[in-house]
């Protein structure tokens, strides 16, 4: 594998956690409108982007394959999670 296909691998396997990340700062910022006005978007999106590539790196290494039911699991509590702790959490 050259070092192009290799890095289209990786950015394709990551893209998951960044996907169901976007899509609930998007979704949280519509439903938490006026809740989450004073909450920056970069932000929301760095801990969640954060966590969903975290949690999806860890149902690779936990499950020894990507794309196991499991796996998105992780990835949906830990996104969710980030998304609570970052812009939901006391306020």
């Keep these: 594998m050259d070092p192009v296909v290799a890095f289209w691998h990786v950015v394709n396997g990551l893209m998951p956690g960044v996907g169901v990340a976007v899509w609930a700062v998007l979704l949280a910022k519509a439903v938490w409108r006026r809740r989450l006005a004073s909450v920056a978007w970069r ?12 949690a999806q790196l860890s149902g690779l290494v936990v499950m020894g394959r990507d794309g196991t039911m499991a796996g998105y699991g992780l990835l949906a509590l830990a996104v969710a999670a980030a998304l609570w702790w970052a812009g939901l959490r006391g306020r």
């Design 43 to 54: 932000h929301l999106l760095a801990w969640t982007v954060g966590a969903g590539v975290l």
